[in-house]
């Protein structure tokens, strides 16, 4: 089972700490493990580096995406989404600070939820601390100036 949270990062963050994403997921990995007094303070941080998620537009963002779809279910904030070939599941939960998707199986289910959330915008920034994998839903481009 994998399970990621993933917080939309303010533009000029994204930009400055693209191709440096360990030194984020270093500080959210901290905030995990932080005692109660210091938590407050790295959640503060973290609360300045990311901007709030208009969970009623990606309500309809994600409803929209799967209207059609057998396998998609929602209920409230939770959307689910299941393929049986080759069996993978994921459910993406929204939250004003922070999306979270638990997924089993292959892949292709969360994929399918990124992407959705990577045409929303491009400053999504995806964490699984238990396995400490990390990295931008979308990566943003460095302007080359010859």
């Known amino acids: 089972m994998r399970h ?4 939309l990062m303010e533009k000029d963050v994204a930009r400055h700490y693209f191709g440096q994403e360990s ?3 270093h500080l959210f990995l901290e905030q995990k493990k932080a005692t109660a007094e210091f938590k407050a303070i790295y959640e503060k941080q973290i609360e300045f580096i990311t ?3 208009s969970t009623l537009q990606l309500q309809q963002l994600v409803g929209q995406a799967f209207k ?3 396998h998609y ?3 409230k904030n939770t959307h689910y989404l299941s393929i049986s070939h080759p ?3 994921a459910e993406l939960t929204l939250n004003p600070t922070m999306i979270t998707v638990t997924s089993d199986g292959g892949y292709e289910a969360e994929t399918i939820f990124f992407e959705v ?3 929303y915008d491009a400053c999504f ?3 699984d601390i238990n396995d400490f994998r990390f990295g931008w839903l979308n990566p943003i481009k460095q302007v080359k100036l010859i």
């Open 68 to 70: 059609h779809s057998q």
């Open 87 to 89: 069996f993978s599941q």
């Open 23 to 25: 030194k984020l997921f």
């Open 117 to 119: 959330l990577r045409k």
């Open 51 to 53: 901007r709030p998620i």
């Open 4 to 7: 990621y949270d993933i917080y």
């Open 125 to 127: 920034f995806a964490m």
């Open 73 to 75: 279910e929602q209920f």
